[in-house]
């Protein structure tokens, strides 16, 4: 499949001692296990005491099979001892207040949605 007819596309890029992944399109369980390997890539990059950030600005939709995908980066990043943030919107962070699992993230700010072009 090319990637762009896939409804989901991970991006990572290194800054210093930090690792961005940003996630474009759609979270569902069709689509959670490249993410898996996308977060799995990106925490491979980050050394004890860097940090891992996730942006969800440009998720489209974003299922419950999204919120295991961060619960289970959760923990792998503190097993690694990596620091993890999300950039998400409020759609997004609402999803995980709803699970219950809003607590266990820092949330880096809580932009309005981007727009298109």
Do not use: C, Q
């Amino acid at each position: 499949m090319d990637i762009r007819e896939s409804p989901l596309h991970v991006e990572r890029s290194v800054r210093g001692r930090t690792v961005v992944v940003t996630v474009v399109g759609e979270v569902d369980a069709n689509t959670a296990p490249p993410l898996h390997d996308g977060f799995g890539d990106a925490l491979a990059l980050v050394a004890p005491g860097g940090t891992l950030v996730v942006d969800l600005r440009d998720t489209t939709f974003f299922a419950a099979a999204g919120v295991t995908a961060l619960v289970r980066l959760h923990k792998a990043t503190g097993a690694a001892g990596v620091s993890l943030r999300l950039v998400a919107t409020r759609r997004i962070l609402r999803v995980l207040r709803i699970s219950g699992t809003l607590v266990m993230f820092t949330p880096l700010s809580v932009p309005s949605p981007r727009s298109p072009g």
